[in-house]
């Protein structure tokens, strides 16, 4: 079994920045990604990350404004999230799978293992 905490949201005005992180453990398993659900709104992926590569995937609505790294000697995933929008306000939820392909990395069906999330809001 896989533990995820998430930190590092907040409230932030539109154009400021924020890093998320996600400790893992006892390990961190081999895909690794953040979702984001607002209200109302079904849950989407964000960006995912093959530990063992670094490979990286986002999608087209944070592209160029988010970077999601990770620090293995920590088990610890990061989103760096710059340029934030008011349509970026959600709950930011970590997830992690023991294994997962290109096609579904950006699909909440292929995790398994969830954080408890941790909320941004961003204002004019």
């Known amino acids: 079994q896989v533990q995820l905490v998430e930190s590092g949201g907040g409230s932030v005005q539109a154009g400021g920045s924020l890093r998320l992180s996600c400790a893992a453990s006892?390990?961190?398993?081999?895909?690794m990604s953040w979702f984001r659900q607002a209200p109302g709104k079904e849950r989407e992926g964000v960006a995912a990350l093959y530990t063992n590569s670094g490979s990286a995937y986002y999608a087209d609505s944070v592209k160029a404004r988010f970077t999601i790294s990770r620090d293995n000697a920590k088990n610890t995933l990061y989103l760096t999230m710059n340029s934030l929008k008011p349509e970026d306000t959600a709950m930011y939820y970590c997830?992690?799978?023991?294994?997962?392909?290109?096609?579904?990395?950006?699909?909440?069906?292929?995790?398994?293992?969830w954080g408890q999330g941790t909320q941004v809001t961003v204002s004019l």
């Open positions: 997830a992690a799978a023991r294994f997962g392909t290109v096609d579904t990395i950006l699909m909440a069906q292929a995790y398994n293992f």
């Open positions: 006892p390990y961190s398993p081999y895909l």
